[in-house]
Nanobody, 114 residues
């Protein structure tokens, strides 16, 4: 199983970015995919999940600003991030759990300038 995150970059506060997580080796309709992030000096935290069955959820800290979606044909999960704040800065990772093994992508850096 491999996950490839992309779409990060430098954006001004209030701006938007769309992250992509391309999954190979398993189907996103079989294994849900989640986004986590890690800010400098902080622990990694959960951001959003798109479950295999179609349910989705986002963390309270980003609700109303971030949205998670998926393209089944592309086997890709997206994280649309709007109204970005400086505290959203960090490395964003996508992950999935398959047969009790958690797989992580390499992460993509998001930097929000104030």
């Amino acid at each position: 199983v491999q996950l490839q995150a992309s779409g990060g970059g430098l954006v001004q506060a209030g701006g938007s970015l769309r992250l992509s997580c391309a999954v190979s080796g398993t189907l996103i309709t079989t294994n849900g995919v989640a986004w986590h992030r890690q800010a400098p000096g902080n622990q990694r935290e959960w951001v959003a999940t798109f479950a295999a069955g179609g349910a989705s959820n986002v963390a309270d800290s980003v609700r109303g600003r971030f949205d998670i979606s998926r393209d089944i044909a592309a086997n890709t999960v997206y994280l649309q991030m709007d109204s970005l704040r400086s505290e959203d800065t960090g490395v964003y990772y996508c992950t999935c759990l398959r047969r009790s093994v958690r797989y992580w992508g390499r992460g993509t850096l998001v930097t929000v300038s104030s």
